[in-house]
């Protein structure tokens, strides 16, 4: 819904929807691991520029969808995201 927020003390602010099914529900709380295997780009959080610009394309009405965990590797954090 938004991932760039001035106002907020920490600007990189994700704000997202969740929908859960009893099913989906269930498997996050089960304490398996779980990554994602499939999604169209991965995001370094650390990249502010990346974050402004797609707030941006939010506003414009474009739609993406957080696929899974963060994944950490090498130092780095990536965001797993699909766009919609």
Do not use: C
């Amino acid at each position: 819904m938004s991932t760039y927020t001035p106002a907020h003390s920490f600007s990189k602010t994700v704000t997202y929807k969740s929908i859960y099914t009893d099913e989906v529900l269930l498997k996050a709380l089960s304490g398996n691991p779980r990554r994602s295997t499939s999604w169209d780009q991965l995001v370094d959080v650390s990249d502010d520029n990346f974050f402004i610009e797609l707030q941006k394309e939010i506003e414009s009405g474009k739609d993406y969808t957080v696929v899974g965990r963060p994944i950490h590797e090498n130092g780095i954090t990536y965001l797993p995201l699909k766009h919609s």
